[in-house]
Every structure is written in C-alpha cells, then in structure tokens.
C-alpha cells in the first residue's frame, strides 16, 4: 500500500498538536502534490499499561478513550471504503472538536455516538458507520498499527508519527508546532524538518518554553500568544502533584 503514498500520517483525533500538524502537512500536499497515507495509532493503546488514576490528570482516560472511539469508525470506513475518505473524515473531526470554542461542552461530546454522527454527516459518509464506536474488535487493526508507528521512532514519543517515502524512508515524532504555519512557510519548514530528520544521528530537540497551541478549543487564536514554560502536553508533568507551586 504504502508504494502509493508519499507521506504516512499516524494521528490519534484527540491530540492537538497532531491537529496543528496535520493542516501544516495538508498545506504542503497543496504546494508539492503529495500524497498522504492518513494512518492510525492511539494514544490510549499506547498508554493501555499505564494507571491513569495515578500517571495522568483526570480528564486524559476520558480523552484518550474518545479517541479510539473514533478510530474504530475510521477503522470500518477505510475497511468497507478504502482509505480516499481517511483525510476527509479527519479534518471533519477536527473542526467539530478543535474549532470549537472554549467551554462549549465539547469533553462530554467526544466519542460518543451522536457526536461522531454529526461528524460523519458532515463529510458525507454514512451515519451507521456510528456505531462502530463501540465495536472493539477494531482495538486489534488500530493496535497493530500504533506498533507499526513505534516501530518506527521508538516508544519514548507521542503523536503524531510521520514517515516520508514508506515504508523505509525516514520517520518522526512531530515536529511538534503550537501554530499552523502559513502557507508561505509550510513547504520551508517541511524542508528543514525533513533535512534535518535525515542527518543519521540526529536524535532529538526540545523545549518547553512556547505557546500554548493555537486552537479555539484551548482558548482562542492569536497574533501574538505569550511564550511560557508550557507543560500541559506532558503526562508526568501535567499531573497536579508535579505542579509548580505560586
């Protein structure tokens, strides 16, 4: 399959930088022609050894769970339709939780049935594809190719997961970005990035000093968003206990 693509995309709906990252790679399909395999892994079969009680804040097994619910729908449209509506379907998800506005009541919708519903309709597919959220015989498929993905980076990483020329050529974590680039930009930062993933010891680079990522849903959009020790993405971290005190 992947002899096709030209990017393999692996993206878990309920992550906000695998989001932002993804319309910063739809933008570079526009200006390269590109052809992007949108693939899955799941954020709460990764962490499926984890306690959440104790290792993550409250409201991460709720979101994360969302999450696969929606991937198991992915999981029988690609099945039953091919993999043409897998982009579609997840740029529906996205404006129908990341475009939203703060305190909209968006945690109690996500996953479930009526939501994925409205999303469905929206992009065109049959609502019945629906009740596959609650069909767990997909965890397998979606599991397999979370694996696939890891397999890839190795374990110590998030989402999304990107491979350029599958299945052998280089894959990343990342890059994480808190803004969509514009469309000036995008093709310049594919080339450092992929310039930069090529070096063969290249390993990593990271800081946490940055923005809050620019998305209604974390509390709007901004010309000029205030740079801060972020740690709202990291599990550890992001737990009340690890807090720094005022």
């Not at 099945?79 to 939780?97: C, F, Q, W």
């Amino acid at each position: 399959m992947s002899d096709t693509y030209d990017i393999e995309f692996f993206w878990d709906p309920v992550c906000p930088f695998a989001w932002i990252t993804s319309r910063w790679v739809e933008k570079v399909m526009a200006q390269t022609g590109y052809k992007v395999d949108w693939r899955f892994i799941a954020l709460r079969l990764l962490n499926k050894d984890k306690d959440y009680a104790t290792e993550f804040p409250p409201e991460y097994e709720r979101g994360h769970t969302a999450g696969l619910r929606m991937l198991r729908v992915a999981a029988k449209v690609r099945a039953e339709l091919g993999r043409e509506p897998m982009g579609p379907l997840y740029t529906g998800y996205g404006h129908a939780y990341f475009d939203q506005e703060r305190g909209t009541g968006m945690s109690r919708k996500l996953g479930t049935v009526a939501h994925i519903t409205e999303i469905l309709e929206a992009v065109g597919l049959p609502t019945a594809f629906a009740a596959a959220a609650d069909d767990d015989r997909w965890d397998a498929e979606i599991d397999a190719e979370t694996e696939l993905a890891l397999s890839r980076t190795g374990r110590n990483v998030g989402t999304p997961i990107i491979t350029f020329e599958p299945p052998d050529g280089v894959s990343f974590f990342g890059p994480v970005i808190s803004r969509i680039p514009s469309d000036a930009e995008a093709v310049e930062l594919w080339n450092a990035v992929i310039t930069l993933a090529k070096f063969p010891s290249f390993a990593e680079m990271k800081r946490s000093l940055r923005e809050v990522p620019q998305l209604r849903i974390l509390g709007g959009l901004s010309d000029t968003p205030q740079q801060e020790d972020w740690q709202g993405g990291h599990r550890a971290d992001a737990l009340p206990a690890n807090q720094a005190k005022p």
